[in-house]
């Protein structure tokens, strides 16, 4: 870029302050430093205008400024513009060759990850990254998107810091909070990773909640995340995106603008109806197939493929109520209580008793680890090994009817038509709504698919990921 930032000598606010009112075609010394908020914000472009009048293009400015902020839109320099442009607020744009954000563009993928460096000295221990995880937290719980922290060496999505106002990627000396960046393919301020969340630390204070002359961290926060996802400034005032904040208030619930704009840029993956799979009771995936277990007792293998393909009966499944693939063998859970392996080839033969499972609901396979939900609503995971062993409790997994591993992730459709991914962790973590999944009796994955047989019968697929 050869032109100059219009952000690379500060903007003066005192100069705004103590500007009359203009209306278009008069003249006011000091305008121009009005003109240069606009052009700052991407609503008046450089060398387009003539400095410190109210002309054509500059009105047309105003005017536009207005109406994303919500003011009567003269189209002059007047007492409610001077006093919105005075307010602190994000330092992004809020238009882009002089159209509006809206949203700009998504991520190819659904699950980044993000680290911290500098914090501030305003807020005591390590207060200010709490709130920021408690602002990624409300994003993830959308179920769009899932969020993991690392640290700043393992290359990072998203990296948070406090800067000085003269920060080096984006100025933010001035009105200016805080910036982001948009996502890949989308760049105003850097076209590699990690993108930027920052703050500025040298001419604001910030704070945890409404604090006088402060800024709450995690309402500023949840704003600039906003934007991370691709979201742009949004005329509607109480939501995220809206380009101002005032201190000592908090804005931590996302708007209906919000969560629309977020849907439009990652709209829920729905199911694709891929056959029938009549009766079934519990189902599973190994290699390239699909096995399920019947009502009546039968076990049954198909082709993964996405079409209407006739299941095979390949032997004997007594009373199954989960099963799952790992490994190159089957696993089920019984109702009576018992685990039982066999080999998944395509003709009649015994399953072998492994040890107990008791209660269970569905049962699932990642990463070398049995799984089940259990109608207590508890999650559990053992080692695969063919014998006795214990399932060690490792979290809740309530009114669970399927449950599938893939990709790093636990899944489960509830009896409430929701369906929930979470970490494979042993510990209690807390499962995100990613989506609708209707009347299901069983689930499973593979080949990179979550598949569920529902009670009318039909057989279902869907990518994973929120
Ligand atoms: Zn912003
Ligand atoms: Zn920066």
Redesign the pocket.
Known sequence: MTETSPRSRKLDLDTISGLPATKLGETSPGLAEVQRYLRSFGYLRRGAYTPDQVDSSTSAALQEYQERHDLTPTGAFDEPTREQMLKPRCAMPDMHNGVAFVTTCAWNRRSLTFAFDAGTDDIAGAGEFDAVRTAFVTWAAVGRLSFTEVNTAQNPDVQIGW?PAN?P??NMVGPALA?ADFPPGCSVVTNTLPK?V?FDDSEHTWSIGAVASAFDVETVALHEIGHILGLGHSSVPGSIMFPTVSPNATRRTLHADDLSGLGQLYPETSWTDIGHANNVAAMAGLGSKLYCATSDNRLWIRDAVAWEVDWVDIGHANNVVGMTGLAGKLYCATADDRLWMREPVPWEVDWVDIGHANNVADMAALSGKLYCATADNRLWMREPVPWEVDWVDIGHANNVVGMAGLDGKLYCATADNNLWMREPVPWEVGWIDIGHANDVVAMDAIAGSLFCATIGNRLWVRPPGP
């Open positions: 800067r920060d990627d984006h910036h930027p920052h």
